[in-house]
């Protein structure tokens, strides 16, 4: 497997990917280039002890190393990591048989938020919160951030439907003396193809189930055919889960979200008896793609918070500590206040 890096045309230097500019950068010439301007990647062939035969299929260990192109420092990666840094030189080194054949992503959302923003922006969400201990946060702890590409599938199918059952409306007035209720009985059917787009689930087993789905949705709209070049600069993961594997999870979904819009096309009745329903799913898509993911890490009194934050949009999620003594104090007032609002308004009845 072969370890790539782009290189600058005009010095040399390893090029990375800038968000905020949407542009490749290089440090040392401080040159900057569209992903239609770069060259070919400059290549490192495999070491002739780890080679095989193309027709071979070796399965890859849990441990792989790599020889750097720059400096020649060893690379040591897990199976599914596709991009990384060398740990001495730190220059981006791609591997790319990773992300080759079937494995190659369909498409990509590029970053846009860069390092120092998605930092910023994680100190803005932490002081919106009420209840974090004020002792907790400081940005000078945060000890690690790494702008990642998640694996993701992106699903999209064509439902049909059909929904039957008893609608009753109620009607009620009165008369003189009389109360009178009315009720009308109507033979309710809804039917017709419901199309869904851009569901999006995680396709790599290690991935945190809560982080990987929480940093969700993205913009689809802004998704560009796959090129590794977007890759330098960040890690990268290749998915492990295949789509066969999720098939039955979301047919599931998708066939209980489309019984429920039926049911809901259905709601001016006062109320709905023996209802049945009908959807079978008669086309189905799903493209292999990366998206971008910054994952920041902060110790804190012996653990290690982990939080994610969505790399287009900015939205955060994660688990924050809750100071006990705070929420005890802020509920102990409204219970105080509340107690005062009452017995004044008695008083005043």
Not at 182 to 205: P, Q
Request: glycine share 8%.
């Amino acid at each position: 497997m072969s370890v790539v890096t782009y290189k600058c045309p005009n010095c040399g230097g390893e090029l990375t990917f800038d968000p905020e500019s949407q542009k490749f950068q290089c440090e040392y010439c401080l040159s900057s280039f569209e992903e239609q301007e770069l060259e070919h990647p400059a290549t490192d062939a495999p070491d002739a002890g780890t080679e095989t035969p193309a027709d071979e299929a070796v399965p890859e260990e849990d441990a792989v190393v790599y020889s750097c192109p720059s400096c020649g420092a060893e690379i040591i990666t897990d199976s599914t990591t596709a991009a990384t840094f060398c740990f001495y030189c730190h220059n981006p080194v791609i591997l790319s048989g990773r992300l080759d054949g079937s494995l190659k992503p369909d498409a990509i959302i590029p970053f846009v938020i860069g390092r120092e923003d998605a930092v910023n922006r994680f100190c803005d969400w932490i002081k919106k919160k009420w209840f974090v201990p004020r002792a907790f946060f400081s940005k000078e702890q945060i000890e690690k951030v790494s702008g990642i590409y998640f694996p993701y599938w992106l699903y999209e199918c064509q439902i049909e439907g059909s929904f039957h059952a008893t609608g009753d409306r109620v009607r009620a007035w009165t008369s003189g003396d009389y109360r009178y209720t009315e009720h009308s009985y109507y033979d309710v059917r809804r039917g017709g193809i419901l199309h869904f787009r851009d569901l999006m689930k995680n396709a790599l087993k290690k991935a945190d189930a809560n982080l990987s789905t929480g940093v969700l949705p993205f913009e689809t709209r802004k998704i560009v055919p796959f090129s590794m070049a977007f890759l330098s600069g960040f890690q990268a993961e290749k998915r492990d889960i295949e789509i066969k594997e999720l098939n039955d999870e979301i047919a599931g979904e998708m066939q209980n979200y489309a019984r429920q819009l039926l049911r809901e096309s259905a709601d001016s009745y006062t109320s709905l008896s023996g209802e049945s329903s009908q959807v079978r799913i008669t086309g189905d898509s799903a493209q292999y793609v990366l998206l971008p993911v910054w994952i920041l890490t902060y110790p804190k009194n012996g653990k290690t918070y982990y939080y994610a934050m969505n790399g287009q949009t900015g939205k955060v999620c994660g688990i924050l500590p809750v100071d006990w003594g705070k929420l005890l104090l802020v509920s102990g007032l409204l219970t105080v206040l509340l107690f005062l609002l009452l017995f004044l308004g008695g008083c005043f009845l």
